[in-house]
């Protein structure tokens, strides 16, 4: 066993939690819990962050909620609050992102990353689920919902990526441009002009606290490590082609302002998947649970059971 498995958050970590100042992003990181899930992937157990919210005792299945690329579970920290007298809740960081164990020899890949979610899935739900994924996030519930269709009740797509194929540009990253381009994108400057370019209104939404919920999990051992591992991979191809093989209800929620993904893949996913419905959200660009997560929240509760 992991000696580290014991030990909590590290104290950088911790201290940028004390320096939250939204309610929301406060109550989330003091929920987050860690379980030790063994996987197929290395020896010992990895260390994985989730928060559990809500009903327990309800006979419904549970929303899973899965966070966007390099992010964490805080990215749900207004819609969560939104469901929970409706459903049990899961918010979980995957593997080689958020506040989940990353070893610096570990494999991240879109296929490892499966396996952990699978195996975490086994060890702490164990029965069918609304599988929710935000941006790379939807691609990642795809892929999932394809493999393993017997644990997908329901999926909701978040301005999904998995239409075109991921960046191929991380293939051909080697040292030192792998290590430049993760230093640039750890630049504070560049996160948060992401993050502006992530709201309809980023005036509004881009707030300091924002800013460092996007960058917490930057403090975690051997971020940079898995990043660019994950990025050499590949990423995530088109799951496009695989669309029509879904046989679980869907709902794709989009912003109508998304200017990081554009309009144009919603109406593909609503078109391939079997059975989809669209919910268009109003002023929001590609993180409608953060910009309108009442709206979101309303559309959810809306077409679930």
Not at 77 to 97: C, K, Q, S, T
Not at 224 to 244: E, H, I, N, Q
Request: net charge negative.
């Amino acid at each position: 066993m992991n000696p580290t498995l014991n030990l909590p958050l590290p104290d950088v970590v911790l201290q940028g939690f004390a320096d939250l100042t939204e309610d929301t992003s406060r109550s989330l990181a003091a929920q987050i819990q860690t379980e030790a899930i063994a996987t197929s992937l290395q020896a010992d157990p990895i260390a994985t962050r989730f928060v559990r919210s809500g009903d327990s005792s309800s006979s419904q299945p549970p929303l899973v909620l899965i966070h966007g690329f390099d992010s964490s579970l805080l990215e749900f920290r207004r819609l969560l609050p939104r469901l929970v007298d409706h459903r049990e809740i899961w918010a979980v960081d995957l593997l080689g992102f958020g506040f989940t164990e990353r070893s610096p020899q570990g494999a991240y890949s879109p296929a490892t990353i499966k396996t952990h979610l699978h195996a975490t899935w086994q060890q702490l739900i164990q029965r069918p689920v609304v599988l929710v994924g935000a941006s790379m996030g939807g691609t990642a519930a795809l892929d999932f919902a394809l493999a393993y269709p017997e644990v997908v009740d329901r999926l909701v797509l978040l301005d999904s990526a998995g239409v075109q194929n991921g960046p191929i540009i991380g293939k051909y990253l080697f040292p030192p441009l792998d290590t430049w381009a993760v230093e640039f994108l750890r630049r504070p400057g560049v996160r948060h002009n992401i993050s502006r370019s992530a709201y309809a209104d980023p005036d509004r939404w881009a707030t300091a606290d924002a800013t460092l919920c996007a960058a917490l999990h930057l403090l975690m051992p051997h971020w940079d490590t898995a990043l660019k591992t994950f990025t050499k991979s590949g990423g995530y191809p088109s799951v496009k082609k695989r669309l029509g093989q879904l046989h679980c209800p869907s709902l794709v929620v989009w912003g109508q302002q998304d200017r990081i993904l554009g309009t144009q893949d919603a109406a593909v996913f609503a078109r391939e998947i079997p059975d989809a419905q669209l919910a268009w959200i109003d002023r929001s660009g590609h993180v409608p649970h953060l910009e309108q997560s009442q709206a979101v929240a309303e559309a959810m509760v809306n077409w679930l059971p």
